[in-house]
């Protein structure tokens, strides 16, 4: 119908066909990964994308204090469960949750959640991921500060944070 032939039209039919395999899981290889050339095209055709990049403190530096306040505030982990994480997290002192993670909404397709490591991709489609990463999402809008008090955060620890370097004021 789109007069389109040879690989191309090999290409498009395929994609038809994988439309509805869900969890697509794609090993990076020596070229441009495909991961990359399906977040781009998934990116160029979302009408919204909520993006989730965790940082916090390395597993080794982490207090209990700060253990508890992280774990206590994952979604995912019942309160019942809290003491229990923490003491493992201690025990281990390794951070090990909260990777970053892409929630793509669409007009016309299903949503999808797109995650990555250091070697693979993968595609997340069915409707209990899916309502699991909003729910991380709807948790962490609730919890964070807001854009105001989120740059006076920032700008009151970078002062004190430089205060006392003599090296803090630009050079010429």
């Not at 395929?14 to 095209?41: M, N, Y």
């Not at 970053?100 to 997340?124: I, N």
């Not at 740059?151 to 009151?156: C, S």
Request: proline fraction near 4%; hydrophobic fraction near 35%; glycine fraction near 6%.
């Amino acid at each position: 119908m789109c007069r389109v032939k040879g690989p191309e039209r090999d290409r498009l039919l395929a994609l038809c066909q994988e439309q509805h395999t869900p969890g697509w899981f794609q090993q990076h290889g020596s070229r441009l990964p495909k991961q990359l050339v399906t977040l781009i095209d998934h990116g160029n055709k979302a009408v919204a994308i909520s993006d989730f990049e965790a940082t916090g403190v390395p597993g080794l530096l982490q207090t209990g204090e700060y253990a508890r306040a992280v774990i206590s505030r994952v979604v995912n982990v019942p309160a019942n469960e809290v003491d229990d994480r923490v003491a493992a997290r201690l025990a281990r002192r390794a951070c090990r949750h909260g990777r970053a993670f892409r929630l793509m909404e669409f007009a016309d397709f299903k949503p999808v959640v797109y995650g990555e490591s250091e070697t693979s991709s993968l595609f997340l489609e069915k409707p209990e991921e899916i309502q699991a990463y909003r729910h991380i999402l709807g948790t962490l809008a609730d919890t964070a500060l807001g854009e105001g008090q989120s740059r006076e955060l920032i700008a009151t620890l970078a002062t004190e944070l430089y205060a006392d370097r003599e090296d803090h004021h630009d050079r010429t």
